[in-house]
């Protein structure tokens, strides 16, 4: 096979990787600002949970968090007589999600611990209630700090894809593998692979730029 | 049976204390692991940091295209170029020092932001007196800069020994016996993978809580003014 | 949180929710099958067994014949699943696919775990060796023999059955993931050989001149008797009725001249295609 052929399966392949990186950050943000504010949480129930999966999940590795919920959840499942025998593509997002969640999370939680005190006697001053004050003054100040360190953790989410290919998921890396088990032709692929994720990583840093941008304009306008 | 523990396949719980030999075994393949990746990727970074600071660009722009190329591009794939076309160009290494080069490669980029972020951090009044007592500049570095900025530096280097902990489980697909493969090899032969899984995780959190309490108290000991190098 | 965002969340989780459901399917019956006019079929990307070229399409003894059996049984939509070998079986009892057509060898272990069909393939073993046969391997015994020397398996393959049976040592077993691993692992010296069945050394030795396959061979002899495989469909337990309709088929579709066909012009040997038909699956599954 000529190189040139390796590109329908690869750009193949280059589609689910963009797809699992969305939607994993999307759902990882959430996952994010939940625990996050959990952990803010004056409720001891919420911060305890909050604090737990923030530590499992930043505690172990990545890997074997993909493993376990591709290998070792359905037998749990069956064990309490529940299917939870997950497709590869959810057993790949949640991974990565929750992983993804839990590094977050400890940067909202920073960035929200950040807005400075005068903002919360102000909001206490005119009468906002302790949510009203979360959601309308603290969090708007808080994204602009976060934004950074999210470009970041993007990024890392981006490369973590990769790994989901271990669990037979459709996705560059793998879909490069298949092609070296037919053709042998390594150096060719691999380098490929490289320069794909490399160019991916770009765009996703401009984007992430972009947007900490278009967060934060209300900044530079007060100067 | 595996590195000669046999496994009990009885009760969920017999089985989980016979495989622990045997997934302990791999635990010791996983810390060396981390180490020797720690210990290239530190060597490696100080390499970065020492080119991207140099002065002319022809030196400092390809670095800095390099280590921005390591640093976006995933561990797993880099791991397959060392270890799947090395070997076409004559350099053949076993799967662990492949699997320890990438790690030490990946995280190097890491590192040397490290380097450059201590370095930067100790203020320019610093240099400035030491200018005013006539220091050298070897001297200035070795015995003012460099002291002050290695208690910045050690405990964001040991944060990164965590984070290579964590990523040696991708030394699997290379055929290095770390836990996660031995784990991975135990539940391909008895097909109950919950439980050897649940322990390679426990283990894991276990470690890292080890790891991160020794960095925090390693952090704590650190004399914030800066270590003399005599 | 503002109405937007309440939505905005709300529909995430919905569409999450439903993704997940949707894709979660419970294990088919053949009825289902039948009906949906789709079946998940499984294979481990080892030529000539069942692999799968780059753009997806599914070859080897195992798909081809599989192919045929669905038109006969009415299912015009086959869904190819590429996996490690190791979690073929593993797959078949989380539903991540309902068939395999991997041919894998019909051994008592398995089919305490899974159902086979009657044998479609037979088959010998093989061993893969650097080119040149520097180390002069003729026999899986060789390595009981010379503690020295490292054989590389495939995970979840029988090869490491043999291996333990004829004493070889664990600390002389390297164990790779996928069969195309094996070609670098040779060529590089990281195992001395490959073991794996005779079909898929030569198939390995076609791709690339740093291996070969080692010549004057002799097959394991374990417990008196040299190993010979029998390879077959491979079915989730309790799917009794899907394994029963492929085995009519099959039997039919063994009639035709296009069976055979099928096998040798994937490198099997006329006394591969005869030797199929010796051994029932119950037989084996008893052994």
């Given at each position: 096979m000529h190189w040139t052929e390796y590109f329908p399966p690869l750009m193949e392949g280059a589609w689910v990787t963009i797809q699992l990186t969305v939607y994993s950050t999307i759902f990882g943000a959430i996952l994010a600002f939940a625990a996050g504010i959990g952990k803010l949480s004056s409720n001891w129930a919420i911060k305890a949970v909050s604090v737990a999966y923030i530590e499992v999940f930043r505690g172990t590795s990545l890997l074997v968090q993909l493993f376990w919920l591709y290998f070792a959840l359905p037998i749990a499942g069956m064990a309490i007589g529940v299917d939870l025998r997950l497709p590869p593509v959810a057993a790949g997002v949640l991974a990565l999600s929750l992983n993804i969640g839990a590094y977050g999370a400890e940067v909202v939680r920073g960035a929200i611990q950040s807005v400075h005190k005068d903002q919360h006697e102000a909001a206490r001053a005119l009468n906002f209630t302790p949510r009203q004050t979360l959601w309308n003054i603290t969090i708007p100040q808080a994204i602009p700090e976060m934004m950074p360190s999210f470009g970041n953790l993007a990024v890392q989410n981006l490369k973590d894809t990769a790994l989901v290919s271990l669990i037979s998921l459709g996705d560059l890396t793998f879909r490069a593998e298949q092609i070296r088990n037919f053709t042998q032709d390594s150096t060719t692929i691999y380098s490929m692979l490289l320069v794909t994720y490399f160019g991916m990583a770009l765009v996703l840093t401009a984007i992430m730029r972009g947007l900490e941008t278009y967060v934060g304009r209300w900044r530079t306008a007060r100067s | 049976m595996l590195f000669g523990y046999e496994w009990d396949l009885s009760s969920p719980l017999a089985f989980a204390i016979s495989i622990l030999p045997i997934l302990l075994t791999g635990m010791v393949v996983t810390i060396q692991a981390a180490v020797l990746g720690f210990l290239v990727a530190l060597v490696l970074g100080l390499i970065w940091a020492v080119l991207k600071a140099a002065p002319s660009r022809f030196i400092s722009w390809p670095a800095k295209v390099v280590t921005e190329f390591i640093r976006d591009t995933p561990l797993l794939v880099q791991l397959f170029f060392l270890y799947y076309v090395l070997p076409e160009y004559g350099i053949i290494l076993p799967a662990f020092m492949t699997g320890a080069l990438a790690l030490g490669i990946q995280y190097s980029a890491y590192t040397s932001e490290v380097y450059r972020a201590g370095l930067e951090a100790v203020g320019a009044d610093q240099r400035e007196a030491a200018r005013a007592l006539n220091l050298s500049s070897a001297r200035t570095f070795t015995h003012i800069v460099v002291p002050q900025a290695i208690p910045r530096i050690i405990p964001a280097m040991g944060n990164y020994l965590v984070s290579i902990m964590k990523d040696v489980p991708v030394l699997s697909v290379v055929t290095v016996l770390e836990m996660l493969n031995v784990a991975k090899i135990v539940g391909d032969r008895t097909f109950d993978y919950l439980v050897p899984l649940s322990m390679v995780g426990a283990i894991y959190l276990i470690m890292t809580l080890v790891a991160s309490t020794g960095v925090r108290l390693l952090d704590t000991w650190l004399p914030k003014q800066g270590i003399p190098l005599k | 949180m503002t109405t937007f965002g309440k939505t905005a969340v709300m529909a995430l989780s919905a569409i999450a929710a439903s993704a997940l459901a949707s894709t979660a399917v419970s294990a088919a019956t053949l009825a289902e099958i039948q009906e949906s006019g789709t079946i998940r079929i499984a294979v481990a990307n080892e030529i000539p067994y069942g692999y799968v070229d780059p753009m997806g399409e599914a070859m080897g003894a195992g798909p081809d014949v599989a192919k045929a059996i669905m038109e006969e049984l009415g299912v015009e939509n086959i869904e190819w699943v590429t996996t490690n070998f190791s979690s073929l079986i593993p797959g078949l009892q989380a539903d991540r696919f309902d068939m395999v057509a991997a041919e894998m060898a019909i051994l008592p272990d398995r089919c305490q775990q899974v159902l086979f069909s009657e044998p479609n393939t037979s088959y010998g073993e093989g061993l893969l060796v650097a080119a040149g046969n520097p180390k002069d391997i003729h026999a899986y015994s060789d390595f009981a023999e010379n503690p020295d020397l490292r054989v590389a398996i495939m995970a979840g393959a029988d090869q490491l059955e043999m291996m333990q049976k004829l004493g070889v040592d664990e600390a002389n077993l390297v164990t790779i993931a996928?069969?195309?691993?094996a070609i670098s692992t040779v060529s590089t010296g990281r195992a001395d050989a490959y073991a794996a069945t005779s079909l898929t050394a030569s198939g390995l030795a076609d791709q690339n001149d740093g291996v070969e396959v080692a010549g004057e061979f002799t097959d394991p002899v374990i417990d008196g008797v040299e190993v010979r495989s029998w390879g077959g469909f491979t079915f989730a337990s309790g799917n009794e009725e899907l394994r029963d309709a492929v085995n009519g088929a099959l039997a039919d579709f063994k009639q035709s001249p296009e069976w055979s066909e099928i096998l040798t012009g994937y490198g099997f040997t006329q006394a591969d295609v005869d030797g199929s038909a010796t051994r029932t699956t119950e037989e084996l599954c008893a052994e």
């Open positions: - | - | 996928a069969n195309a691993d």
